[in-house]
């Protein structure tokens, strides 16, 4: 038995990557076809995207549905509600895809800020060259702390191993040659 995250199922990316369903990723894609068609702020984007995920969730009997099938059944719909100028303009990008600094920081051997930083670099790497767009790092608190945590660190020192993590992050993604743009967020 799976046990699938708010009973929704997986997503299948362009690369074979099965990742969580968030009706965030979902409503942006929605919300940047909506403006292409021309909608300012489409009045139906929240009960749209739940409407979506409501199906996933209760009618939906896979537990994995392919990028393409998503993109179809997102177009069907619209189409069907009478906003085929959205439907004709939605298209279904690779998910949002989440990692936790903290977890990487566990995974560092003894010299933890040196190889955090290292194995952070190379995650970036691989996230461009599978051409994921959307990125997301969370527990970056937690991370400054498991970072600090055998330095007896001074309160003070914490906002600034944040700020140099996001810094870090920053200058890596900034770096990355641009034949596409990944939007990269942390917390």
């Known amino acids: 038995m799976v046990a699938l995250k708010q009973g929704l199922p997986l997503i299948q990316n362009d690369q074979g990557v099965a990742v ?12 940047r076809a909506a403006r292409k068609a021309g909608y300012e702020s489409w009045w139906l984007l929240d009960e749209f995207s739940s409407a979506v995920s409501q199906y996933l969730r209760h009618d ?5 549905i392919e990028l393409p099938s998503l993109e179809r059944v997102v177009r069907a719909t619209l189409r069907d ?3 085929r100028e959205i439907a004709v303009r939605f298209r279904a990008v690779n998910p949002f895809q989440c990692m ?18 290292k194995r952070l ?13 959307h990125f997301h790092f969370h527990d970056l ?7 600090l945590e055998d ?6 020192a914490y906002p600034l191993m944040r700020a140099r993590i996001v810094a870090f992050v ?7 040659p641009w034949r596409w743009k990944m939007q990269c967020t942390i917390r």
């Open 170 to 176: 920053r200058t890596k993604v900034e770096a990355l």
């Open 81 to 83: 509600i009478g906003y």
């Open 151 to 156: 330095e007896n660190a001074q309160p003070w």
């Open 60 to 64: 939906y009997t896979l537990n994995i």
């Open 100 to 117: 936790s600094l903290a977890e990487c920081v566990r995974a560092a051997d003894p010299c933890r800020e040196t190889t955090f930083f």
């Open 20 to 31: 969580t369903f968030e009706s965030d990723w979902l409503k942006a894609a929605v919300d």
């Open 141 to 147: 608190h937690l991370c400054a702390r498991r970072l």
């Open 121 to 133: 670099a190379e995650r970036i790497a691989r996230l461009h060259d599978a051409k994921v767009q």
